[in-house]
Each structure stands twice: as structure tokens, then as C-alpha cells.
């Protein structure tokens, strides 16, 4: 069965750096563009970062340009997000996404808490 299992959250000191982790198994990975969304508490969903099936394009929200950078490797069907100059804001649960046409699928999620 599909499966998306997220690791690497956890807490850090504002300034900080964590690397998440999401593992993929169950569906044809390189088909999929991949996506990191984040939910904070009482917020929405957002759009963190996406990445193409090839790797060969990125994009970000505003407000982590400059601080995370999305790859994957498709050999290890696996999708990172390198976080960098951690905010407290950036405190969220963190969900791993795989799209592909009406495909549609979603991790359990991480807990990525920046405080000091």
C-alpha cells in the first residue's frame, strides 16, 4: 500500500538546522511531483516547498526562500527538506505530499518546534 513516512522533526534553537526525511513506497515515486506543507497550530495548511518529478525544478514560499532547500532522490524514492536559519515560526507539523494527476497522497506528518 502507499505509504509516505516523514522523520528528522523534532526540537531546535531559533538559528537552528533540521533535515526532514520522507520516505516513499507503494506507488511509482518518479512519476509524482513531491511537496513539503506545514500546519501550525490554529492556522491552515500552506505550501511549504515543491519539487518536479526530475528534481529539475523547486519552488518555495516566501517566507522560507533562502532558508530550505526541497531535493529527492529518486533512486531511494525519498524527499528531504533542508531547513536552515530556523524562526519560531516556522514551528508547525510538517507533511510530506505526492501528486500526480488526481494521485494524491499525504504523510503523517512531523513536529518541527523552534524555540529556545
Known amino acids: 500500500q502507499v505509504q509516505l513516512v516523514e522523520s528528522g522533526g523534532g526540537l531546535v534553537q531559533p538559528g537552528g538546522s533540521l533535515r526532514l526525511s520522507c520516505a516513499a513506497s507503494?506507488?511509482?515515486?518518479?512519476?509524482?511531483?513531491m511537496s513539503w506543507y506545514r500546519q501550525a497550530p490554529g492556522k491552515e495548511r500552506e505550501l511549504v516547498a515543491t519539487?518536479?518529478?526530475?528534481?529539475?525544478?523547486?519552488n518555495y514560499a516566501e517566507s522560507v526562500k533562502g532558508r530550505f532547500t526541497i531535493s529527492r532522490d529518486n533512486a531511494k524514492t525519498t524527499v528531504y527538506l533542508q531547513m536552515n536559519s530556523l524562526k519560531p515560526e516556522d514551528t508547525a507539523v510538517y507533511y510530506c505530499?505526492?501528486?500526480?494527476?488526481?494521485?494524491?497522497?499525504w504523510g503523517q506528518g512531523t513536529q518541527v518546534t523552534v524555540s529556545s
Open positions: 505530499n505526492a501528486r500526480w494527476w488526481d494521485y494524491d497522497y
Open positions: 507503494g506507488f511509482t515515486f518518479s512519476r509524482y511531483a
Open positions: 519539487i518536479t518529478r526530475t528534481g529539475g525544478s523547486t
